[in-house]
């Protein structure tokens, strides 16, 4: 089998499949029905190709295949994505979740892969599945473990693959076999506070017996480390761990462990040692055959918070920091010497630390949601991917369909590479925005809520301090800005450009909408019909010197800029608008998504919507108490002016025909682990880019 057969073209060396699994519902990894079973969507007309998403949120999501060279495991959202990093378009996305995945885990063979998630928000009890995935075989997820609530912790395979460990928030162990998912231990582990005091789990041999297999393993209990043995009891018929505390100095070793590994001996005969990241910073060390505590080495600064051990190298380990630092140590029992670290510091704490399976190469992800790639030799740093670690606030797709820019939060804005996915720039925050941070939030970082394209080759941002700054997309330099362009947080931009007029249209929390001259950047109009914030504003696609706005106060107004006054006006109870576009056809529609669930078509000349359509139930994703459908957060009408793309709390993308007499959904898409915030299409009309509430960025392939 080789690399086509999983990713799709090309060749290479031989590589195993990883299947698709489906999600709790039935649903496939990239698209899936519509809820309305009348609507019939084709499934293949929307594809998932891409997704920018790893958060590092969580430690050790980040994972190489122990035998596939060159293949990378990461948790991004709800997906389990497996790539070539070599070749950020091949990308297998595997779904099996409902909440984002915090735990990863990979048999010593890489045959068998385990997920685990955070405690699910649509179930009673928040729990947290596990998922083993069977990597190279026909059939989907292998196995679906329960029992694990509040969100998963750590998992781990024992050495020969016949069980794997898992914990979570709720201090429950759990002990599977691995083949039948049968539970062979289970026991809590709670302080007195009743949360988990199980920092770690580590595997660190096998002793084989007359009938039963017998493991050892080492735990961290709250400040305690304790060796451990997982054994048949034969009398009670039941697999069973019996603890030993670890000795440690008469005067007492009080430590806060984030991670650990085992050493490999050089020699059958050599001493195993296990190694402790401690919240200082430093490497605690443990003989593990007489179990007493041998060395603490200061390693860095925030904490040492990943540890990477290789058969490769016996007495060498890797040290993550939360400085940003990777080190690597040699040595043995209480001597230890830094060998060489990675210069420059990566760009945030080092979370993950993994080895490709050739050997040559470490991978280390950070908090920043960065993966770099680094030398064993030398350990030089080379940046794999970036992502977005808050919640996504704003795309827009630029005028060719080469680039995007997406913004987020935590005050992130990038303009991204759609052929490499790679950051082509990373404007900095408006220096008057980030002084006023979130629209009067008392010093909350700025964030970038809105985004349009000026022209080719520039992005304007709509900052929450009230701010409006006009960047180049390819170097990230500022152009130029209106530090004040509103009291409150400019929630909405739209820019229009052409021979006959120029003008950037703003909105703001403040419900006031303004048009600034994109020449001189002075005032030109302003209106303040809005009771509450401003959510949308768009310029009509017919007559440039007419604007349109959406507010939370469930209005929308046109303006003609000739006259300086409100030319239209629709409204709905009970909810506010959240989003709106235009049709290119019929009678230039409004089309309006809402709080209620709703899109709906707005004619000029008439009162009422002459088009509704329902977002998907409220049993799904996003829905709100009391059977409330979810919110449609973006909508948008593609290029042509054919389809209308629309998403919101449910966190699914859904096109329709708006050719259709009732805008017949055609393709649904489901790749969040939570609401969708924003979306764009593509130039071309080929792809929808799409952002997150769960911090992903979706690009899909769209064959209408």
């Not at 908090?367 to 970036?386: E, F, K, M, N, Q």
Request: hydrophobic letters at 45%.
């Amino acid at each position: 089998m080789h690399r086509s057969d999983l990713f799709g073209g090309g060749s290479g060396p031989s590589h195993h499949i990883l299947q698709s699994c489906s999600s709790p519902d039935g649903v496939p990894a990239a698209t899936a029905p519509a809820s309305d079973p009348d609507s019939g969507p084709a499934d293949d007309l929307l594809e998932l190709e891409h997704v920018i998403g790893y958060t590092g949120h969580n430690a050790r999501t980040v994972l190489a295949h122990p035998t596939d060279a060159g293949v990378l495991l990461t948790a991004m959202g709800s997906l389990l994505v497996v790539s070539l990093v070599s070749d950020p378009h091949r990308q297998e996305l595997l779904r099996g979740h409902d909440e984002e995945i915090s735990a990863l885990a990979s048999s010593p063979s890489g045959d068998l892969i385990a997920t685990g998630q955070a405690g699910s928000t649509r179930a009673k009890g928040s729990p947290s599945p596990v998922i083993v995935w069977a990597y190279g075989s026909p059939t989907k997820a292998r196995l679906k473990l329960a029992g694990l609530t509040q969100g998963v912790t750590l998992l781990a395979f024992s050495p020969d693959a016949q069980f794997l460990a898992g914990s979570a928030n709720d201090g429950m162990l759990y002990i599977w076999d691995a083949a039948t998912g049968e539970v062979a231990f289970c026991r809590p582990y709670v302080r007195r506070d009743g949360a988990s005091a199980l920092r770690f789990f580590q595997w660190c041999g096998v002793d084989a017996g007359a009938r039963r297999r017998a493991y050892r393993a080492l735990l961290c209990l709250g400040a305690d480390v304790v060796a451990a043995d997982f054994a048949f009891d034969a009398a009670r018929r039941q697999w069973d761990v019996r603890t030993a505390p670890m000795a440690v100095p008469a005067t007492g070793l009080q430590r806060t462990y984030l991670c650990s590994a085992v050493t490999t001996p050089e020699t059958a005969a050599g001493a195993s040692y296990l190694l402790c990241g401690t919240e200082v910073g430093d490497l605690v060390v443990y003989s593990v055959g007489p179990r007493v505590y041998r060395a603490s080495i200061p390693v860095c600064a925030g904490g040492l918070l990943s540890l990477l051990t290789d058969a490769e190298e016996p007495g060498v380990v890797y040290c993550g920091g939360g400085d940003g630092s990777v080190r690597k140590l040699r040595g043995a029992d209480m001597e230890w010497r830094l060998d060489c670290e990675a210069a420059p510091l990566l760009d945030g704490a080092v979370i993950s630390l993994t080895a490709d399976a050739e050997g040559a190469e470490l991978i280390a992800a950070t908090r920043a949601g960065s993966v770099y790639r680094l030398l064993r030799g030398d350990l030089t740093p080379v940046l794999v991917s970036a992502a977005h670690t808050a919640r996504v606030t704003a795309v827009a797709a630029g005028p060719r369909a080469e680039a995007f820019a997406a913004a987020s939060a935590d005050g992130a804005l990038r303009v991204w590479d759609l052929c490499s996915y790679g950051v082509v720039s990373a404007p900095r925050a408006l220096a008057a925005a980030a002084r006023g941070g979130g629209g009067g939030g008392g010093g909350a970082r700025a964030a970038a809520l809105s985004l349009a394209w000026l022209g080719g080759g520039a992005v304007v941002a709509g900052w929450s301090g009230g701010g409006v700054a006009c960047y180049d997309a390819a170097s990230g330099a500022e152009l130029w800005a209106i530090a004040t362009a509103h009291r409150g947080a400019v929630t909405a931009v739209a820019v229009q450009l052409d021979a006959a007029v120029a003008y950037l249209l703003t909105g703001s929390e403040d419900g006031e909408v303004r048009v600034w001259s994109l020449r001189t950047r002075a005032l030109m109009a302003q209106f303040a019909e809005h009771k509450r914030g401003v959510s949308a504003v768009a310029v009509d696609v017919a007559l440039p010197h007419r604007v349109h706005s959406a507010g939370l106060d469930g209005t929308t107004f046109t303006y003609d800029l000739r006259k300086e006054q409100r030319v239209g006006t629709h409204a709905i109870r009970g909810g506010g608008f959240l989003s709106l576009t235009q049709r290119r056809d019929s009678e230039h529609e409004l089309i309006t998504g809402d709080a209620l669930g709703d899109v709906l078509a707005w004619d000029c000349d008439a009162r009422d919507p002459v088009m509704a359509a329902r977002s998907s139930s409220a049993q799904q994703r996003g829905g709100g108490s009391g059977g409330a459908p979810p919110r449609v957060r973006c909508v948008a009408v593609s290029p042509s002016g054919r389809f209308l793309a629309a998403s919101g709390d449910d966190g699914v993308v859904k096109v329709m025909d708006l050719g259709d007499e009732h805008w017949r959904v055609v393709a649904c898409g489901h790749g969040h682990s939570d609401g969708v915030a924003a979306l764009a299409w593509s130039c071309d009309e080929k792809q929808i880019i799409s952002g997150g509430v769960d911090c992903s960025i979706c690009v899909w392939n769209f064959y209408g």
